[in-house]
């Protein structure tokens, strides 16, 4: 349609047309020029290489948007890509980027683009921050180098390894660190919350792949300045000293990097640290000060303002001497600026001796000494003094340097002495050694002395200064016993002798039993004791301690309570566990001391250190008795409560009985079948048992004990026998004296070499055997008695003491009792009248030359005289001896001795034995026996030679036998003949 128009319109002109639409489009085309971001130009990289940060300003239009795009050259790795609104300063724009990794590290390129909206310009030039990686730089190096970073930072430090050299590790101190590739030499750690470091920093350092150190750095971590306490004061009146203290420490040293302090602008060159307290002198006082400390890391100040009197602090006194005594000692010192003899003070004195200080404090004006009193006699004394401003006293002064000294000597207290009764008459004098503060001087010796009023003696002994204890012994000096004796003692030094301490000696104190005894008990580091007060204690009361189980030389110690106190509590650095200690209190007088009171106790009680002693085991039937000796009191060590008793089956102990009584040793374990059996008795007290005693005892049954004892008692018996055996044998000769004398042989008239004829019995007027008739019978004769020969002559007088002959034959007197009324017919037919008249006597006296031994007993039975009538033998009634126990019946002769043709030969007849019942038999003749030779007997006058009868002449046994009846036929006799002959054997000397 318009070109139809155009067409039907020919009278319109085409060329403006045209030249309308060119101006259309130039104006479209200026419009999109003038609204599109200038491009940056001239676009300038400036590095900070110590704070890592990189400056870039360029010239741009209206824009203050730009797009800043930066990125590792080598790896076209990008590291920061973002906008940033940058400010223009002189036409330029400018903005600062921080990197990560010190600018040295790797080559950077960098471009802008200006941003207007969402419309932005072309990209800048590259402009490329030049690393220390380029290839013509071909050593190895490291960065950051000598960096100074805060405690707790971050810092990335990175490698550039040498051209032709293969990267391996880097370390921080000796930890291996991961590391980035940041180039083809580059590489690069980074080290988060770093600590404080070192004096000389710490080390970082890289190394190839053989383990090769290329290079390294340092880098220091530390704080920046705080100092605090900012105090200026004046010494002389005149200048002022400033004072602070340096804080934490930075941990940077060196020139570089140390903490600089600058005070009201001026440095302080001469500022020195001690006990991290920094020292600044000002010549003039300002009144008011600032002080600035800086580091690398940062900058602090602090202000101070005071007035010149408010801060004077005197400096430490000079020169000091002392003037010393043996109780005070004055010291003197000077000061170092004269406008101080004008300046109020206040000083103190500090004083140590025997290990302890104490400080003394004086006033005065311009003060330059001071009195120090209550001192000690040779004491060494350190003394040092330091002074303040009485007015507005702010602080103290300086300490001066410490002088010494030593006090005059003086002479030593009065002893602590005490004397220790171990007996009767013995014992110790006692007393403690002087500490320094008591010698008050060397102590060259004691002197002791024993004085007795009464009867004015005296002994003096000087002793040396390490002895501290005396023994004495009454008994042995001239002292009387019971007197009144004093011991005294004194103490000598360099200065003199001591005052005396004198105790009267309590003797027979040893043997007094104390009134009272009781438990102490241990609390709170002691032995709380108390007693009732004693009106006699005129100078208070003693009371000594000592190890209960020792007996002598003890180690005693004492001390002295005054008389209004009568309570005590016992300390002593001596006090062990375990052991027992006895208290003894004393009342002290002008007297001697008196006993009043006993304690014994444990400062600890523990286990016993040893077990029962000697436990035995004792059968008694079925029961098994347990007896032990008592523990020593050094091994209780503890108050025994009693005895547990165990039966102790091996692997476990069952527990029989508790003996609670302390003082029992025995117990009785009852009703016990036949075994073997072990116990165990353990001692306790109130820390425990000991470990036991264990004994062992297999019970038998009662037969077994019965044979024991039956042959224990036949062995102690056969010792016995033994025993006086030998006795008997070395002692022989005196026990055949006393008891068995030696018969003498029989002393006969006439030749008796020549044979003998039959002897005829009837009896001689002078045959030793008497029968004496006596018309009285005496009850009170009833058994034989010997009568010595010597007592009696041939005609009855006694011969007295004279001498008596061993050979002489023995008489015994008996009395025999007539059995019945009949008369005794006489032995032989031809015997006299006298001799029949005598047997039919109820009562006789026979005398016997002596008796001869018989091995067996004697039974006497009467032999039947045979007839040639062809009688029956008649037995003759025996003769009964007193009791009952048995009959006497004489020897009888059978046949006519006198008219026989040759010699009789006799026969014996058994004797029925005796109905009485007495123990007794009857006498049994010898039948052995026959006349040697009948001339001899017929020529005799027919006297019976009776003497030859081995019975009758040589027997030595008496008549009435004390054995049963024994039968010479049947051979039993012989066995107590061989005893008796034996034991005769043993105790004769001169012949078997």
Partial sequence: MPCQSFTSCPSLNARPLRFLFVLLALSVIHTHGKDAPVVPQQVNLSPNMKTQQLSISWLSGAATTFDLWIQRTELSETIFDDTVTADQVNGRYQWNWTSAEPLECTSLSVQLRSRDGQTTSEWSETQILQGMDFPSNKGSYMYPVDSVVNVGTNTTFCCIVGERRLFGSIYYKVVLMNATRLSRRSYAITRVNQEPSGMTGTNVFCNDY???????????????????????????????????????????????????????????????????????????????????????????????????????????????????????????????????????????????????????????????????????????????????????????????????????????????????????????????????????????????????????????????????????????????????????????????????????????????????????????????????????????????????????DCSVDWTKVPAENTTISLRSGNFEQGVRYTFTLYSCSSKAPELMHHWQGYMQEMVPSRSVPHLSTNQQDSDIQLSWDEIPLVNRRGFLLGYNIYRNNGSQLTLLANVSDPGSRSYTVRGLPLDSYKFTVKAYNSAGEDTGTTASITLKSVTDWLILEILASLGTMTCFLVFVTFICYKKRNWVKKAFYPDIPEPKLAGDWSRPQGTMDVKPSPHSMVRIVEEPEWDSSKEALVAIPEEEEDEE???????????????????????????????????????????????????????????????????????????????????????????????????????????????????????????????????????????????????????????????????????????????????GSSSATSWFHNLLTSTKP
């Fill in 210 to 552: 053989q383990n090769t150190i290329l290079t390294g750095v340092v880098v220091f971590v530390g704080y920046p300045p705080l100092p605090s306490n900012l105090v200026c004061e004046t010494h002389d009146l005149k200048s002022a000293v400033c004072r602070w203290n340096a804080g934490r420490d930075t941990h940077l040293n060196g020139n570089q990097r140390r903490t600089n302090y600058t005070l009201n602008g001026r440095k302080c060159e001469v500022a020195s640290q001690s006990l991290n307290w920094t020292v600044c002198s000002l010549d003039q006082w300002d009144g008011n000060w600032t002080l600035v400390a800086k580091n690398p890391l940062g900058t602090y100040s602090l202000t101070d303002s005071a007035e010149l009197r408010h801060r004077v602090r005197p400096v430490a006194p000079i020169s000091l001497v002392s003037i010393s005594h043996a109780w005070n000692a004055t010291v003197l010192w000077q000061w170092m600026y004269k406008s101080y003899d004008s300046l109020a003070l206040i000083c103190q004195v500090e004083l140590t001796a025997y290990g302890q200080t104490t400080n003394r404090t004086f006033l005065g004006v311009g003060l330059h000494s001071a009195v120090l009193l209550g001192l000690h006699p040779d004491e060494v004394y350190s003394v040092r003094v330091c002074c303040g401003a009485q007015q507005n006293f702010g602080k103290w002064g300086n300490w001066s340097e410490a002088h010494t000294f030593r006090t005059r000597m003086d002479i030593p207290e009065t002893l602590d002495m005490w004397v220790w009764m171990d007996g009767e008459d013995t014992g110790r004098v006692m007393w403690k050694p002087l500490t320094r503060k008591q010698s008050h001087g060397l102590i060259t010796g004691y002197e002791v002395t024993l004085w007795s009023p009464e009867k004015n003696i005296q002994h003096n002994k000087i002793l040396p200064p390490s002895n501290f204890t005396l023994p004495f012994n009454f008994s042995q000096d001239d002292y009387t016993s019971g007197v009144k004796i004093i011991a005294s003692i004194t103490a000598r030094n360099g200065a003199g002798v001591s005052l005396p301490a004198s105790v009267v000696i309590p003797l027979h104190m040893a043997n007094i039993e104390p009134p009272f005894v009781s438990r102490a008990v241990f609390l709170d580091g002691g032995f709380p004791l108390s007693w009732q007060s004693n009106t006699n204690a005129s100078c208070g009361y003693v009371v000594e301690w000592r190890d209960a189980s020792c007996l002598q």
């Fill in 796 to 974: 009855g007088q006694g011969i007295g003491d004279g001498p008596v002959d061993a050979d002489e034959p023995m008489s015994l007197r008996y009395y025999n009792q007539v059995i019945d009324d009949r008369p005794i017919r006489p032995r032989f037919p031809d015997s006299s009248a006298s001799s029949a008249s005598s047997l039919d006597s109820a009562r006789t006296d026979v005398t016997y030359t002596g008796i001869q031994t018989s091995g067996s007993s004697l039974t006497f039975q009467l032999q039947t005289q045979g007839s040639s009538g062809g009688q029956q033998p008649q037995t003759e009634p025996p003769v009964s001896f007193a009791g009952g126990e048995g009959s006497y019946r004489p020897q009888m002769q059978h046949g006519n001795v006198g008219h026989s043709p040759g010699p009789a030969q006799p026969q014996c007849f058994q004797e029925p034995q005796s109905t009485t019942g007495g123990s007794f038999s009857c006498y049994q003749p010898q039948c052995s026996w026959n006349l040697d030779s009948p001339v001899e007997a017929g020529g005799s006058g027919g006297r019976a030679l009776s003497l030859g009868s081995p019975t009758s002449i040589a027997s030595t046994q008496f008549l009435l036998p004390e054995g049963g009846t024994e039968d010479s036929g049947d051979g039993k006799g012989h």
